[in-house]
Structures are given as C-alpha cells and as structure tokens.
C-alpha cells in the first residue's frame, strides 16, 4: 500500500458521534449563563432583580461577537511568547474549512470554536455577583468587553492554548479553575475594590428576595455543567469525559453536604441558599481537577471545597470587602482549592500520567498547579482593578449614592422585576391585628440565624 494512503488512513477522520456530543455540551454550556443570571438575581433585593439578570445576558452579546472578530485568535492562534496567540484565519472566523478538524481531534474547528466561545461568555458573567446594586450598566458593559479582550483571551491562552506557558509547564486545569473560577474570583475582588460597598453594608438587611429562583438557577447550572466538564476532553471516546462526568456529579453532592453540616453546626439551620452555594462550590472546585482524580477523590475535593468556602464568605465582613453575592468566597476560593488538590489527589490514570502527593508524585504537580494560580490570580485581580478604574474615571463605574437608594433597576432599565400594580383592586377590609415575632426575630427566623444576609 502506496505510504501516502497509509497516512491519509490513519490521520484523525471527522466523528459525527464526537461533533454532535461536543454541540450539545455546547449548548449545555450556554444554558449556565442564564442560570447564573437566575441564580444571582434571587440572591439579591428585588429593587435589582432585572440588572442582575441583564449583566449576565449582555455577555452573551459582547463577548460572543469579539470572540468571532478576535478572541479566538488570542485564545487559541498561532503562539506568540508563550503569552498570547494569533492566527489571521482565525480573525472573523473566516478563513476555516468548514470541515476542517481542531488539531489531534475528531471535531471541526468550528465546533472547538463555538464551545471555547461559552467559556469565554459565563467568566465575566461570574464576576458581575460581587458588583450587585451598585454599577452602571453602561460602565459594566464595557469593562466586560475589556476584560475579555486584556484579562481572558490571553489567560485562555496561558492555560489551554499550544505554546501558552501554563500548558507548557504542565498546569492542569481540565476545565477552567485557573482560566474561568479564579480569573472571575480575581477580578471581582479587583474591581470591588475600586467600586467600594454598598450604602448600608453591614448595616441594613440584604437579604436575597427570592429563594426558589436561586435554587432554579443553581439547578441550570448544575444540570449545565455536565457540559461545561465532560465536554472539555473534546470527545468521547477513551473514557475520560465519562469519569469527569461522574466525578462533577460526585464533588457536587459533598460539596453541598459539607456546605450544610458547617451550616447547621456555625448558624443552627440547614439552608436552601446554603445548598446552592454549596453545591456551586463542588462544582467550581471540581472543574480543574475532576480529569485527574478518583471518585473518592472528587469526594474529598468536593467535601473540602464545601467547607472552606462556607467559612470564607464570611471573610468579607472582617476585612471589609463588599463582594456583594459571594464571587470570592465561592468562585476564587474553590477554584484555589480545586487547583491546588490537583498536586494531591491526581492518580496518574486518567487524564494524564501525572501523580500527586497522595500516589506517590511528590510535590511536583503541586508546585505547578502552585504557579498557574498564583500567575492568574495576580495578574487577573491588577488588570481588573486597572480597567475598573479607566472606566470609572472616563464614563463612570458607578451609580449615585440616591439611585442605588431607589433602585438600579428603575433608574438603569426603567423597568422593575414584579409589577403588583393590577393585583388586588379595592380596598382591603380591616381585620383584626394578629401577633406576630418582634422584627428581630423574625429576621432571624427568616435566616435560619445564618449571618450571610448581604445578598
């Protein structure tokens, strides 16, 4: 047989098994972002219920039309110093075959594309929590489009780009706990510190104003994440994705356990906000390390994640930080925890043959997991705090003190969350008074004595 025929048979062929899994983790990715919308714009007053939802859905509009105008080429062209890529047939997407295949894989280019491209949506999105009641949307949206374009593309490309130094050196982050949690978690502790707090932090009650509406969002999310994880090993065919599928199930559950049980021992009640954070916790702290371990590694990952980050939301109290629905607590440090268990728990037989401490790798891994979050974690909060600052002394980062007394939703949208104006007409007939609890007890009625009331 001629050797030409023998190579063409045996390079990579187009799997329409791979490329349909991939679109609908694709999809499955998409579907987080509104999650997210959901899940913050429960957690927060109603008076800002509808920016909430809306700095999540703006990303899914800026950030999806630089991607195709030049993210991509940042994020996964031709390497350039290890810091950042560029490849002119990725610019607009317009210089790919349309079956052309991403290299050493069974998917188009398009498709690597356009899953890569729901990474680069939900990061930023993630950083919009911290920022609640307080931040113009005009000045939001356009530090997202700067934070892609100076922050994320270029650390996508650290981490998971040919010739990116992270990827180089061998950091593993299976699907995005330096790139997406701790680049988000960053950012936001960055940016907050530019912006300051809320009027009445730590003073007035702000509690979240809808429970069920949490628990849907971190259900889509949850439910989306699958996705998110078992789709980042690009196909399906060696047994990979279907572990991290397992282990992203496995992590969650104790994370959301672990969650509960320091709950109910720190603050006396098992709570449903406690649950979703919780079990997002799992999900973020699973999401690096989830192609390396074990079940029973995932369980202890997950386990620890929970608990670490149920007693790092209260850190913004003692330090003074408004991060305003828990990004750092949650995002920054799972995605740290996440990270660093890579050097401990990897067992050398999944992903790849790289061990941990805990099956007899040394300290190896861990000092490069080390690097790829002390790197991303400095660089993201500095750029984020530096952009933060060009947009608040250009167009403005914040509202007035008055709007954000009144409500971002009506002074930003001209629009509120709930319209009770036809319900109810008349007059209501007066009844007797019945007695109820003294406010103060009702707010700790109302908060299961949990002191994470800021939302």
């Known amino acids: 047989m001629p050797p030409g025929i023998t190579i063409a048979a045996d390079a990579p062929q187009l799997s329409a098994a791979n490329t349909g899994f991939m679109l609908?983790?694709?999809?499955?990715?998409?579907?987080?972002?509104?999650?997210?919308?959901f899940f913050y714009g429960g957690?927060?007053?109603?008076?800002?219920?509808?920016?909430?939802?809306?700095?999540?859905?703006?990303?899914?509009?800026?950030?999806?039309?630089?991607?195709?105008?030049?993210?991509?080429?940042?994020?996964?062209?031709?390497?350039?110093?290890?810091?950042?890529?560029?490849?002119?047939?990725?610019?607009?997407?317009?210089?790919?075959?349309?079956?052309?295949?991403w290299d050493g894989y069974t998917i188009p280019v398009y498709v690597f594309a356009v899953f890569q491209l729901m990474f680069a949506i939900i990061t930023p999105a993630l950083i919009s929590g911290a920022l609640a009641d307080r931040v113009k949307f005009t000045g939001w949206a356009l530090f997202v489009a700067l934070w892609a374009t100076v922050v994320y593309f270029p650390v996508a490309h650290w981490v998971w780009g040919t010739g990116g130094w992270a990827f180089e050196l061998g950091v593993i982050d299976f699907a995005g706990g330096t790139a997406v949690h701790i680049n988000a978690g960053a950012a936001a502790l960055g940016v907050i510190l530019v912006i300051g707090k809320r009027v009445g932090f730590k003073k007035d009650p702000m509690r979240p104003h809808s429970l069920p509406l949490v628990m849907l969002g971190a259900?889509?999310?949850?439910?989306?994440?699958?996705?998110?994880?078992?789709?980042?090993?690009?196909?399906?065919?060696?047994?990979?994705?279907?572990?991290?599928?397992?282990?992203?199930?496995v992590a969650t559950a104790a994370a959301m356990l672990a969650w509960l049980a320091y709950e109910k021992i720190r603050h006396g009640a098992f709570t449903t906000l406690g649950a979703a954070s919780g079990a997002v916790a799992g999900l973020v702290a699973i999401t690096p390390s989830g192609g390396s371990c074990s079940p029973l590694g995932a369980i202890a990952i997950g386990a620890i994640a929970g608990l670490l980050c149920a007693m790092a939301v209260g850190l913004k109290f003692k330090f003074g930080y408004d991060d305003s629905l828990d990004v750092?607590?949650?995002?920054?440090?799972?995605?740290?925890?996440?990270?660093?268990?890579?050097?401990?728990?990897?067992?050398?037989?999944?992903?790849?043959?790289?061990?941990?401490?805990?099956?007899?790798?040394?300290?190896?891994?861990?000092?490069?997991q080390a690097a790829g979050v002390g790197a991303v974690l400095a660089y993201s909060m500095i750029a984020s705090a530096i952009l933060a600052f060009l947009v608040d002394k250009t167009i403005g980062m914040r509202v007035s003190e008055d709007e954000e007394v009144a409500g971002i939703d009506q002074v930003q949208h001209a629009e509120t969350a709930y319209d009770f104006s036809g319900a109810g007409g008349g007059t209501a007939p007066r009844t007797a008074a019945v007695p109820g609890p003294p406010a103060q007890d009702a707010g700790k009625a109302a908060t299961g004595k949990n002191k994470r009331v800021d939302a």
């Open 328 to 368: 750092v607590g949650v995002h920054l440090v799972g995605g740290v925890v996440g990270s660093l268990l890579v050097g401990f728990f990897a067992t050398g037989g999944v992903q790849s043959d790289a061990k941990g401490l805990f099956y007899g790798g040394g300290l190896d891994q861990l000092g490069k």
């Open 219 to 249: 259900a889509l999310l949850w439910f989306g994440w699958f996705g998110f994880n078992a789709g980042s090993w690009l196909g399906n065919d060696d047994g990979v994705g279907a572990m991290m599928f397992l282990n992203t199930q």
């Open 43 to 101: 957690m927060v007053r109603v008076k800002s219920t509808l920016n909430m939802l809306m700095m999540s859905f703006i990303s899914l509009g800026i950030v999806t039309i630089l991607w195709v105008l030049y993210g991509f080429s940042i994020a996964f062209g031709t390497d350039h110093g290890s810091l950042f890529g560029w490849s002119s047939d990725y610019v607009g997407l317009s210089g790919i075959g349309l079956t052309e295949l």
């Open 24 to 37: 609908i983790c694709s999809a499955l990715v998409m579907l987080m972002t509104p999650g997210l919308a």
